[in-house]
């Protein structure tokens, strides 16, 4: 049997060496550091980009309202300077429509698909399929809108030029989806499985119950998965620049050139002199498009606390 | 007798249940359908992309240096390029993403100052990537006096891949049972104690699968380099393991693609090809070790 | 029992978790050396005053504490170093947690935390604390395997030997037997009537049955007030001072 206890043997436990408590106390205090850090970055982003952007701001040249929408944008004339974003703006929001017309029907079709239709032993190949479409690097989908897209567009519709909204819109779609579906399909598979067993034993149909039952309850989790993909292509730079063409115009049919915000800072940022007007404005324009993605992911994230607090 | 006919008719197959199940499997291979409209383009992509690359794709192309103004040659300095430029900006946004949530996860308490720096982190990983390029330019090319540099460009790659990584070693942290905190706290342990002795080494898979894969973005972005280091051309010794000093400006694969695709005329067709298979294949190999690492990992788990 | 045998002192402890008190001033006495048993129905704060004594109240969020908890004379809500306070008290939780480090480094957990590195007197505290928590002829060829693989019991029993490892003058054990069964309870409860010689234990427990085979004084406590506090013999008896007590003890609610 056991031993007898010897408890009045007790070892008494020594005190944590110094060294160690301070070594602790210095490693707690770096890890508060790197946790604030997240907010020291985001304002300095802010900051250095607004700095580049604010003597044009305050010179006589310049007039906020002629920026944010006029159409004109001639940054290089020699007579005539102008720096209306509006054309750009428009070409954005007519990009990141069309993809998302063309994405939100299919990504959010695929994440119910994955979610509820498809069978154990496909899902987990085709959710990695997913990951690794989503891996794509933005420059490697740009290549492919310039040469396959390209080739493509002018095959099927007979335009004079394959790069345009068509093109740009078709691209940023592919490159959405992969969000759409691994977001809206986490939002369905946090859907009890109550609710699916309730419906189940009514004698719905797993379509009913689709429509029914498990959209209405995700919606806010598939509504934050397609904020978040319209967040994506907005951001989007290379992509674009490659396959939209070069022509800063508000667009009149699908394959007309536009440019975005984002690939027109990226076109002529190499080329404005720094310091000047041109230089100026660009970074004024990443202010702009610093807003403007701000506004998409704090709506996005305000939609998934919603989710959460279910 | 005539109700028990009725009840046997009840469970009969009518017309309306043939309606059901036949909107049933309509349904299935719509969505079906959809899936596979958006799977099928990436093998379509990847298979023509590597027959148009194919008169280049060997490894003389790797380890060779642009020759005649990139229309001739291979890839070399741009792919090391991107492994200095990768490896740099990993080590750099790694130990700082890691603390910082290990911050957000085991020291933070739930007050207003820790929800706005969640939504610090949320921001910074929506920023695109032309606008941390700005960032880049203003703050360490300009600001900081690094000049067009590696130092720049990794700088401003490891800002831009730091919310993911803090994101994914978040969702490893939370991973690891309360439990396992509460009994640690009970015995007299620290936080630190407990989340060196139990909670990390638990947590370190998802940790570095979430590394691993931000591996990937590092080496596919362009416009964050493109203004801050990366360079049209640089002149390097072929097959030389490190050709760069961290003040220079360096090649990238990236870089190097959008410039023979869009600003070298006459380039031989096979090239641009070639170089995106190698970005894409790199790309694609790096994910898919990161997928495995996880798949590996977690049959090894320990509760 | 005179003043020089009190342990725990509680006096007026209130605790709010976000604004609703869940025990309202309770004051009581535990002396050394004698296991008191707190029994009443689920939700009564019977957890939440074990979480005050060894102070992991800190880590719920929202949660306010008052009054004054005293340890031999010396109140715990000002206690200078908060790790040593909770190494002087042992604490068994509900649910078995092996920790998913191997058996030999759950049991050295606490004694490392606390500066211990001496190989030699590490292997003696593990060999004592699994020998007390009556664990050691199972694991003693295994030292070295993985602490989660153990069963429900045998889990228990590990936690009571970490419990047991930083050698605390008091021992907590909350309702510890209701995951596992009841062969390793009994094999518990021997442990504690061995253990009770040498350090104060405080058992809480919803089976009052429990309570009146080990305890030598318990108090009933429901909705964070206190029922009723006595010896076990005249908690169980049929007269005790408190109707209510009578009818929580032989089951007409609870």
């Keep these: ?310 | 007798m005539a109700d028990a006919m009725q009840m046997s008719n009840l469970f009969a197959r009518s017309a309306f249940t043939g309606r059901k199940e036949l909107s049933q499997t309509l349904a299935r291979w719509a969505f079906c359908a959809m899936t596979v409209m958006m799977v099928a383009p990436l093998f379509a992509i990847v298979a023509y992309l590597i027959i148009r690359a194919a008169p280049s794709l060997n490894w003389e192309f790797l380890v060779d240096i642009p020759r005649q103004g990139m229309r001739e040659g291979g890839i070399w300095p741009a792919f090391i390029g991107t492994i200095y430029l990768v490896v740099i900006s990993l080590v750099i946004a790694a130990p700082i993403g890691v603390l910082a949530a290990i911050y957000l996860n085991e020291y933070a308490r739930d007050n207003w100052f820790n929800r706005i720096i969640n939504l610090a982190v949320i921001n910074l990983a929506g920023v695109p990537s032309i606008v941390h390029a700005l960032f880049g330019l203003g703050a360490f090319v300009y600001a900081a006096k690094f000049g067009y540099s590696i130092i720049s460009a990794s700088l401003t790659l490891a800002i831009m891949t730091l919310p993911v990584i803090i994101a994914s070693t978040r969702e490893a942290l939370a991973s690891v049972p309360m439990a396992f905190r509460e009994a640690c706290w009970n015995v007299g342990a620290t936080r630190w104690q407990t989340i060196r002795a139990v909670v990390l080494p638990n947590a370190i898979s998802g940790i570095l699968t979430g590394v691993i894969l931000q591996v990937s973005r590092a080496a596919g972005e362009t416009a964050p380099i493109m203004f801050t280091g990366a360079v049209f051309y640089k002149a390097v010794q072929r097959g030389n393991l490190f050709p760069y000093h961290l003040n220079e400006q360096c090649m990238a694969l990236s870089m190097h693609l959008y410039t023979v695709a869009t600003q070298v005329p006459n380039v031989k067709e096979s090239i641009p090809y070639a170089t995106a298979v190698v970005l894409l294949g790199s790309v694609l190999m790096v994910n898919a070790t990161a997928i495995a690492v996880r798949v590996w990992l977690r049959t090894r788990k320990k509760w | 029992m005179g003043e020089a045998l009190k342990k725990i002192e509680v006096n007026g402890l209130r605790l709010a978790y976000g604004g609703r008190e869940v025990l309202h001033g309770l004051s009581f006495d535990i002396y050394r050396n004698e296991i008191f048993a707190v029994i009443g129905p689920a939700q009564s704060g019977k957890t939440s005053f074990l979480r005050c004594l060894n102070r992991t109240i800190d880590f719920v969020p929202g949660a306010a504490m008052s009054g004054s908890v005293r340890i031999d004379g010396e109140d715990v809500g000002r206690v200078r170093d908060v790790h040593s306070l909770r190494r002087r008290i042992g604490m068994v939780a509900p649910l078995p947690v092996g920790l998913p480090l191997s058996i030999y480094d759950n049991v050295a957990f606490a004694p490392r935390c606390a500066g211990l590195t001496a190989k030699a007197e590490l292997d003696a505290i593990v060999e004592k604390s699994l020998r007390q928590a009556a664990l050691w002829d199972e694991v003693k060829d295994r030292l070295g395997s993985l602490g989660t693989a153990l069963s429900g019991g045998q889990q228990q029993r590990l936690t009571i030997a970490r419990a047991l490892s930083h050698q605390p003058d008091i021992l907590c054990l909350d309702e510890f037997s209701i995951a596992i069964d009841p062969v390793t309870t009994m094999r518990i409860e021997e442990v504690l009537k061995e253990l009770r010689s040498q350090i104060t234990i405080i058992l809480v427990t919803n089976l009052t049955h429990q309570a009146r085979r080990l305890a030598d004084r318990t108090m009933f406590l429901w909705n964070g007030d206190i029922v009723e506090l006595d010896t076990t013999e005249k908690i169980f008896s049929d007269a005790p001072a408190n109707p209510r007590t009578y009818e929580y003890v032989n089951g007409i609610f609870g």
């Design chain 1, 1 to 310: 049997m056991n031993k007898p206890l010897d408890f009045h043997q007790r070892m008494r436990l020594p005190k944590r060496p110094l060294w160690a408590v301070f070594g602790e106390k210095a490693l707690e205090a770096l890890i508060r550091l790197c946790g604030v850090s997240a907010i020291i970055f985001v304002l300095a982003i802010f900051f250095f980009i607004f700095r580049e952007a604010l003597p044009v701001l305050f010179s006589g040249r310049f007039n906020i309202l002629e920026f944010l929408f006029g159409v004109k944008w001639y940054p290089t004339s020699a007579v005539n300077v102008r720096y209306g974003t509006w054309a750009l703006t428009v070409g954005s929001a007519s990009v990141t429509l069309l993809a998302m017309v063309i994405a939100v029907p299919f990504g959010l079709g695929a994440a119910i698909y994955i979610s509820e239709f498809c069978a154990p032993k496909i899902k987990e190949p085709l959710k990695i399929v997913i990951e690794l479409l989503a891996a794509i690097p933005s420059v490697v989908w740009g290549f492919i809108g310039l040469t396959v897209m390209s080739k493509l567009i002018v095959a099927v519709t007979g335009a004079p030029l394959g790069v345009n909204l068509l093109n740009g819109g078709v691209i940023l779609a592919l490159m959405s989806v992969p969000i759409i579906v691994s977001i809206g399909e986490d939002a369905l598979k946090a859907v009890p499985d109550s609710y699916r067993e309730a419906a189940l034993a009514l004698g719905t149909t797993k379509w009913q119950l689709v429509y029914r039952v498990l959209v209405p309850a995700a919606k806010n989790g598939l509504l934050a998965a397609v904020l978040l993909g319209v967040g994506r292509a907005v951001g989007e730079t290379m992509a674009v620049l490659m396959a939209t063409g070069h022509a800063v115009q508000i667009p009149h049919s699908l394959v007309d050139p536009i440019r975005t915000l984002t690939a027109n800072i990226a076109a002529e940022l190499g080329e404005a002199p720094a310091g000047s007007d041109h230089y100026r404005v660009l970074f004024l324009t990443g202010v702009l498009l610093f807003c403007i993605t701000f506004a998409v992911n704090m709506t996005a994230d305000f939609v998934i606390r919603g989710v959460r607090r279910k």
